[in-house]
């Protein structure tokens, strides 16, 4: 885990994750172990998946009605093409969690950690059932 920094400010705007999520698919795209999912499987485009991340932490963090979507059945189709571990979503989390207290500290970075890691195993749980039955 990343150590806060005390001289972050907390997440209090839209563009406090804008430039959260900028930064966190910077580390993702460059990581070895989970960056290949983003460059060969799903060929992440930054004009348009960045925006959907913003509008998704958005409405968690901040209350904004902006994210429509299903994450969850997006990422059982990804499964379906590349088998996601808890490799990976371990990677993912540990970026997330380095990304927002290098950057954030308060009530809301440690919200967002909270919620990743919930989304994390929920995603694992519901992956794990989609490949059982």
Same mark, same amino acid.
């Given at each position: 885990?990343?150590?806060? @920094?005390?001289?972050? @400010? &907390?997440?209090?705007?839209?563009? &406090?994750?804008?430039?959260?999520? &900028? ?7 460059? &990581? #070895?172990?989970?960056? !290949? ?11 348009? +998946?960045? #925006?959907?991340?913003?509008? !998704? ?7 904004? +009605?902006?994210?429509?979507? *299903? #994450?969850?059945?997006? +990422?059982?189709?990804? *499964?379906?093409?590349? #088998?996601?571990? @808890?490799? +990976? !979503? ?13 950057? !954030? ?20 749980? @519901? ?7």
């Amino acid at each position: 885990m990343e150590e806060k @920094k005390t001289n972050a @400010k &907390d997440i209090t705007s839209e563009e &406090d994750i804008q430039k959260l999520i &900028d930064k966190f698919y910077t580390k993702v795209l460059a &990581d #070895p172990v989970i960056g !290949f999912i983003f460059t060969e499987v799903i060929s992440l485009s930054w004009e348009k +998946h960045i #925006p959907i991340m913003n509008a !998704f932490w958005s409405s968690i963090l901040l209350g904004k +009605h902006t994210y429509s979507g *299903n #994450p969850m059945q997006k +990422h059982i189709e990804l *499964n379906r093409i590349a #088998p996601l571990t @808890k490799v +990976h !979503f371990d990677k993912w989390l540990e970026l997330w969690e380095n990304t927002v207290y290098e950057n !954030f500290t308060g009530v809301k970075a440690d919200e967002s950690v909270s919620r990743a890691k919930n989304i994390a195993a929920l995603m694992q749980y @519901k992956i794990k059932k989609d490949n059982s039955g």
